[in-house]
DNA sequence: GGGGGTCATGTGGTCGGACCACAGCATAGC
DNA sequence: GCTATGCTGTGGTCCGACCACATGACCCCC
């Protein structure tokens, strides 16, 4: 067992315990070495992995911001995990585009079913509103749209599954950027986008989940097949 | 930007790039901190990253399985993102298990829908015939029983949901073991489960989608209701 | 007595150097 | 020709030091 793996196990029995809760702090570096038995770097590779998980978030100076704080931060862990794997190109994104179908469909599905109250709807009608600014450059739609369709997600109360949709629309959202050009017309692609998302809202506070899940399926399936996204970048 | 994220970013953009392949090797830790001007401790920080995404294995000695080996193995870091955030009572397992419902019945329904030949349901065959030995225990039973669902979801040859579904099964392991006790008759819960398990893959044979679907939905979910497993841990 | 500036303190961030264990390989010796 | 030994390069670990930063206590001046 390497040295490093000490504080891993260690940290997650305390977690699994009770013994650290969100918003504490973990004892310092050098006295997690002391306590461990091990040397400060090998503490310091463990607290990396931690933050890179999600787990802990690192700050320096003094105060209660300061040190390794515990956080439940699931989202930026799997995006990494998502965009070093689509990098080995051991990841097809046509499975990525497929898992998105599958995950929001249900959402949208769940969504509808469960008769969401319009206080929940407001974001994303609200984020619906910011995207038809006529100057938005793609970049910035495409930044809206990301958001709605992970506000969508949330609908369903699933937080899992909120935060894997979270994740995948931010691992791919350079490949989605680099293929605009792909897009024969991008004002018209907008124009398209724009009237399917309210139609997916319209759905979903209608109650009608057989249709919200098929809107959400034609407007994922269309975008990529637009921008010629479902082979491997 | 801290020192070690150098790092990160120059081994994400060299595999996407194509200049690292997976099996190649990186540059040793002392020549990577040279050329980047870093210390050693700061890319040793790096590559226990990478390790822990799944994209780097590291060994000591010499020859070509020594040093940091690029891989590709997403299933450990998706395990244990979900190991952790379960361990921080903010992953309700509820959520673990709609997910896998989701995920598993969506691997049947496409399995069963693309008719997928003899051979590829020999591994799923050959598990169940192993889970038939009338001596095994909980621990072995639900090893075999993981290995036949995550074998079942790569049927459908989506690479993404594949891994998500064997780190779901990996990162709830213990949280199975632990509810065995909860069961009524742990011998009559096996002769079900073997059964369900046998005309979930009859009914993939057969070629009936929803058949298949409806099936795994009943035998998961009929499963975490008599371990009481629905609640958080 | 109150207010503002200053320094002590403790945190993570970084560094250089050193030594160890290990696996393979080149080479010397038989 | 074969074996055994040492060389080499790899990651694993440690130590000690210094830096940047944010806070809070302290002190001085008004």
């Given at each position: 067992?390497?040295?490093?793996?000490?504080?891993?196990?260690?940290?997650?029995?305390?977690?699994?315990?009770?013994?650290?809760?969100?918003?504490?702090?973990?004892?310092?570096?050098?006295?997690?070495?002391?306590?461990?038995?091990?040397?400060?770097?090998?503490?310091?590779?463990?607290?990396?992995?931690?933050?890179?998980?999600?787990v802990v978030r690192t700050a320096t100076g003094s105060g209660p911001e300061a040190g390794a704080v515990i956080v439940a931060e699931p989202v930026s862990p799997l995006t990494?995990?998502?965009?070093?794997?689509?990098?080995?190109?051991?990841?097809?994104?046509?499975?990525?585009?497929?898992?998105?179908?599958?995950?929001?469909?249900?959402?949208?599905?769940?969504?509808?079913?469960?008769?969401?109250?319009?206080?929940?709807?407001?974001?994303?009608?609200?984020?619906?509103?910011?995207?038809?600014?006529?100057?938005?450059?793609?970049?910035?739609?495409?930044?809206?749209?990301?958001?709605?369709?992970?506000?969508?997600?949330?609908?369903?109360?699933?937080?899992?599954?909120?935060?894997?949709?979270?994740?995948?629309?931010?691992?791919?959202?350079?490949?989605?950027?680099?293929?605009?050009?792909?897009?024969?017309?991008?004002?018209?692609?907008?124009?398209?986008?724009?009237?399917?998302?309210?139609?997916?809202?319209?759905?979903?506070?209608?109650?009608?989940?057989?249709?919200?899940?098929?809107?959400?399926?034609?407007?994922?399936?269309?975008?990529?097949?637009?921008?010629?996204?479902?082979?491997?970048?």
């Amino acid at each position: 067992m390497k040295n490093y793996e000490l504080v891993l196990h260690r940290v997650e029995a305390d977690l699994a315990a009770g013994r650290l809760r969100i918003g504490e702090r973990l004892p310092g570096e050098r006295v997690l070495a002391e306590q461990l038995g091990i040397s400060r770097p090998s503490v310091r590779e463990a607290v990396r992995v931690l933050e890179a998980m999600g787990v802990v978030r690192t700050a320096t100076g003094s105060g209660p911001e300061a040190g390794a704080v515990i956080v439940a931060e699931p989202v930026s862990p799997l995006t990494a995990v998502l965009r070093l794997h689509l990098a080995t190109n051991h990841l097809p994104m046509n499975d990525v585009v497929q898992t998105r179908i599958l995950l929001e469909s249900w959402a949208a599905r769940e969504a509808a079913g469960r008769q969401v109250d319009s206080g929940e709807l407001k974001l994303a009608d609200d984020l619906l509103d910011q995207m038809d600014a006529p100057d938005l450059s793609p970049e910035e739609f495409h930044l809206l749209d990301a958001e709605f369709h992970v506000a969508l997600s949330g609908l369903a109360g699933n937080v899992l599954i909120a935060a894997v949709m979270a994740s995948l629309r931010s691992a791919i959202h350079g490949y989605v950027l680099a293929a605009v050009p792909n897009l024969t017309d991008w004002e018209a692609t907008t124009v398209g986008l724009r009237s399917e998302h309210r139609a997916i809202v319209k759905a979903i506070r209608a109650g009608t989940p057989d249709d919200a899940a098929e809107l959400v399926t034609a407007h994922i399936r269309g975008f990529y097949q637009a921008a010629r996204l479902n082979t491997a970048p």
